[in-house]
């Protein structure tokens, strides 16, 4: 139905279309990686007094509804009751040094600590929409949990025009699913934080855990899932299983590198000690240089 003009309907223009005019499709899904989640954290920890929270921009890849989160970095920016200001120049240098490192890696949104959605998360909305053009920009708030009646966790969101007549400031944010994914290679630090995490947490934090016990802990982990392979590959052998062909080759190429070789582990382990040999030589000579070079200014 068409909206009068003593109307007091909101008019919410479709978000498939761009800042530019060009049609871009709403993303449906965003998944984020840890290290991403661990660069933001860093940040809220490393801010000023006066900051209530903090943003960055966020670098991934996308596909025409799924958003992947891999990498984060911080945005200097300040906020007052009457202003907000982002330092575009650190931004777009930040973000050319990372094209440099993850060309693969481009601007896909960005994120703020703290659940408060406001006038000037729209008008920073509308910055990156445009730095993300033709596709919409997505945004993460995580909320950290320390402040009282707020739990911990991660939000993301896509934004919607509002009105006939849209300014910057008028949008909604429409929640979409967020989901954590992390590569084989980030288990082990996932729960290696996990176990941090669990240790602060506990009536006694760290009083009887040192580095050690935590190494052990995961070395056990290893043992048992060793263990567990170990048996399975006894009851194959027995009869008592029927074998799986792709589980056999798995072990095959994870387990038999450099043991087909003559001598293949003890190579590698005297690579490895050689490896260490000469850093070690190598930290000696930069140590003695540098005594000599005071020796001789003195």
């Given at each position: 139905m068409p909206i009068r003009s003593s109307s007091s309907a909101a008019y919410i223009q479709n978000s498939s279309t761009s800042t530019n005019g060009v049609p871009s499709t709403r993303p449906t899904s965003l998944t984020i990686h840890p290290s991403a989640l661990f660069s933001?954290?860093?940040?809220?920890?490393?801010r000023t007094d006066a900051q209530h929270r903090v943003i960055g921009t966020l670098l991934g890849t996308r596909t025409d509804s799924t958003v992947d989160i891999k990498s984060a970095f911080a945005v200097l920016h300040s906020e007052t009751d009457e202003q907000v200001a982002v330092d575009m120049d650190y931004h777009r240098a930040m973000y050319d040094l990372c094209t440099r490192v993850r060309p693969n890696e481009t601007i896909v949104g960005w994120y703020s600590t703290g659940s408060d959605l406001n006038t000037y998360s729209a008008l920073i909305q509308n910055f990156y929409s445009q730095e993300t053009a033709p596709n919409q920009a997505v945004h993460v708030a995580l909320d950290t949990g320390t402040e009282e009646g707020k739990s911990a966790g991660v939000k993301a969101y896509v934004s919607s025009p509002v009105g006939i007549f849209p300014k910057p400031e008028n949008c909604v944010f429409v929640p979409i699913?967020?989901?954590?994914?992390?590569?084989?290679a980030e288990r082990s630090g996932r729960e290696l934080k996990s176990i941090r995490f669990d240790l602060m947490l506990s009536p006694n934090p760290l009083s009887n855990?040192?580095?050690?016990?935590?190494?052990a802990s995961s070395l056990t982990d290893v043992q048992n899932m060793l263990n567990r392979v170990l048996a399975y590959v006894q009851s194959v052998l027995r009869g008592e299983v029927v074998g799986d062909k792709a589980v056999g080759r798995y072990l095959m190429d994870v387990l038999g590198t450099g043991v087909e070789e003559d001598g293949g582990w003890t190579a590698g382990l005297q690579d490895t000690l050689m490896v260490t040999y000469l850093a070690n030589l190598v930290r000696s000579q930069a140590e003695v240089s540098a005594r000599l070079a005071l020796t001789t200014a003195a």
């Open positions: 933001i954290l860093d940040h809220y920890l490393r699913p967020c989901e954590l994914r992390f590569h084989e855990q040192t580095d050690l016990d935590v190494l």
